[in-house]
């Protein structure tokens, strides 16, 4: 199956700081890349949709000035949390679509954020 | 508003023995896709089985089958000769065919114990 990488897969920072995640499509080309975020216990939920080369599509209650999200390539899209604070602690996990058979969203590993 | 519906919570098996889980879903569409993805401890996200809506044939994938009753609406997935390994967490969710900015709508979850 088609692998999906995320860097990092933790990260602790101080408040006030930036931080950069990234998602690579390794072994197929990735039109479009989906993050979401996920509380303990509970299921994703979708904060944007990023297609290479145009402006990521956020879903609603979604800061789009907080959560920054580029998508420069067909393998790379990167989330930055600007200005974080610890209530942005959480588990963020993208996905990149592959076209062709099924539609299928395929998973990074995660990354959880620690937010001091 | 177009909903997955996962109505256990938790579900445990004996190892070696048979589970099914349930999920329903809403749609107005009328060619769609529907996965299950398993959520282990390490928080990887894996595609366990696929369907697309258009098959009446239940997909099947070595010891996980489904039984796609689309009139109804529900998309159940059984797990057969349960293993320790299966223990994770499993989200049902659905996609729109052949529209690569629909992200996945997923539903709650069903965290499943696996007893030796």
């Known amino acids: 199956g088609a692998v999906v990488s995320q860097h990092p897969s933790r990260v602790i920072c101080k408040s006030g700081t930036s931080v950069k995640i990234e998602c690579r499509s390794l072994?197929?080309?990735?039109?479009?890349m989906f993050w979401y975020r996920q509380f303990p216990k509970q299921s994703l939920m979708l904060m944007a949709t990023?297609?290479?080369?145009?402006?990521?599509?956020?879903e609603q209650g979604v800061e789009k000035d907080k959560f920054l999200i580029n998508h420069a390539s067909l393998t790379l899209s990167t989330l930055t949390v600007t200005s974080a604070h610890p209530e942005d602690s959480s588990f963020y996990i993208c996905?990149?679509?592959?076209?062709?058979?099924?539609?299928?969203?395929?998973f990074g590993p995660g990354t959880r954020l620690t937010v001091l | 508003a177009q909903t997955v519906t996962q109505s256990q919570p938790e579900m445990s098996v004996q190892e070696a023995e048979t589970v099914t889980l349930s999920c329903t879903y809403d749609t107005s569409e009328s060619d769609y896709y529907l996965f299950w993805y398993k959520q282990p401890p390490s928080r990887q996200m894996i595609l366990v089985i696929r369907q697309e809506a258009y098959k009446q044939q239940n997909a099947t994938e070595n010891r996980f089958s489904v039984n796609f009753q689309k009139a109804a609406k529900s998309f159940s997935l059984k797990i057969s000769d349960s293993q320790l390994g299966d223990a994770a967490m499993y989200f049902c969710a659905r996609s729109v065919r052949n529209s690569g900015n629909t992200p996945l709508v997923f539903g709650k979850g069903t965290r499943l114990s696996v007893i030796a």
């Open positions: 990023s297609n290479e080369g145009s402006k990521a599509t956020y």
């Open positions: 072994d197929f080309q990735a039109t479009t």
């Open positions: 996905s990149a679509r592959t076209s062709g058979y099924a539609d299928t969203q395929y």
